[in-house]
């Protein structure tokens, strides 16, 4: 082992052979995942979740008036749709969701793009990301307006959170030859 080595090692004979075995332990434990409680009208963790996205100073109230506000202004703009306003957003939301992401990789002096896959929970977090930052820079009157605006260009496979999604994968696309360089 070097001497620069971080963690614990502890050394484990087995009683079939002499080979010894090394187990390397973890300094701290990993945290715990918090609980998210559902939201009031819908009764969704995902709702939550995108509330507490939208979320400025602390303002959980405000956050949620101006998503069930941008969702009323959903239905009333959409109103042939049979889905409900609650299920427009949840597909505008798998719309602009990626699955592959570029990660900078060092590998003998040079830098690459490793394409890699995104983890469930992290994919969910950056499409809520991308809509809410996406209809922040919206032109319109209020946050509701343009948080609806965009909830539509993403249920219709456009605008501008839906854009970033098809750059990234591009970007990924782009560096699939990369690809063997993945950790």
Do not use: C
């Amino acid at each position: 082992m070097s001497k620069y080595f971080g963690g614990s090692v502890e050394e484990d004979k087995d009683a079939t052979s002499n080979k010894t075995l090394f187990s390397i332990k973890m300094r701290k434990a990993k945290p715990k995942k918090r609980v998210i409680l559902p939201d009031p009208v819908f009764n969704d963790q995902k709702v939550s979740k995108f509330v507490n996205h939208l979320m400025y100073d602390g303002k959980k109230n405000t956050s949620y008036e101006i998503f069930y506000d941008s969702l009323e202004v959903v239905k009333a703009k959409l109103p042939n749709e049979e889905k409900s306003a609650l299920e427009i957003w949840k597909k505008a939301l798998e719309n602009v969701t990626p699955q592959l992401e570029v990660k900078s990789r060092r590998v003998g002096g040079a830098t690459f793009q490793v394409p890699t896959e995104i983890r469930p929970d992290r994919k969910e977090s950056i499409s809520m990301k991308n809509l809410i930052l996406y209809a922040r820079k919206r032109g319109g009157k209020s946050m509701s307006d343009k948080l609806a605006a965009e909830i539509i260009d993403a249920f219709n496979e456009q605008g501008g959170a839906y854009k970033r999604k098809e750059d990234m994968h591009r970007m990924a696309e782009a560096n699939r030859a990369f690809a063997h360089f993945r950790f």
